[in-house]
């Protein structure tokens, strides 16, 4: 009897650890919210920032200053990312020594940057290539499904020899052929084509 108390002690103290419930202690709780606290995505904190060097030289002195940025501070909701409020952002332009490596004298240029002012987590929605869309929930830019579906339709209404490529999101030739000297290989038509 006493070997099952002791049997049943053991684990519920096992799985209280991995369940997490004494993971930490009351100090390094403690600890992670004021971390938590600090890296949330509220408002800019101080950062170094790299700035540009001008075309035609190799490095810039100084080559950082530091600014209140949003970058590195954490989001609760994955993928969202701790990005500058739209609006809120401001220039800032130092003057440098641009320099290059072959020996010429260092010029007096501009460089010029961006500090931000205020913090939101949201998608970091960018350009994406034509064959491209960008999907809001997960903060990706994605294959367009409307060039699958013509795709799809190329094989199966048409029957040509082609297949949708997830990696390149495009539509691809099943077989490629070696042209003549008077014909160029067209990736549209999967075939031998006329040069212009």
């Known amino acids: 009897m006493v070997m099952k108390i002791v049997l049943v002690a053991a684990v519920v103290m096992a799985l209280g650890h991995v369940t997490g419930q004494r993971c930490m202690t009351r100090d390094q709780r403690t600890e992670y919210r004021e971390l938590v606290t600090m890296a949330s995505c509220v408002k800019p904190k101080p950062s170094l920032v790299q700035l540009p060097v001008p075309e035609g030289f190799d490095y810039v002195t100084p080559s950082v200053v530091t600014l209140y940025q949003c970058t590195g501070l954490s ?3 994955f993928p969202e990312r701790c990005l500058p409020m739209p609006g809120q952002t401001q220039n800032r332009t130092y003057k440098v020594y641009a320099s290059s490596r072959n020996g ?3 010029v007096c240029a501009k460089a010029r940057v961006q500090e931000h002012l205020a913090c939101v987590c949201r998608c970091d929605e960018r350009a994406c290539p034509s064959n491209r869309v960008f999907n809001r929930e997960t903060c990706e830019c994605e294959c367009n499904p409307h060039l699958e579906t013509r795709c799809k339709n ?3 209404v048409y029957g040509e020899e082609v297949m949708w490529s997830s990696k390149f999101c ?6 490629f052929e070696q042209c003549d000297s008077t014909t160029v290989w067209d ?10």
């Not at 495009?170 to 077989?175: F, L, Q, T, Y």
């Open 154 to 156: 190329r094989r199966d």
């Open 104 to 106: 010429i004298k260092p």
């Open 170 to 175: 495009s539509c691809e030739c099943d077989k």
């Open 75 to 77: 989001c609760s909701a």
């Open 187 to 196: 990736p549209n038509l999967c075939q031998c084509a006329p040069m212009f």
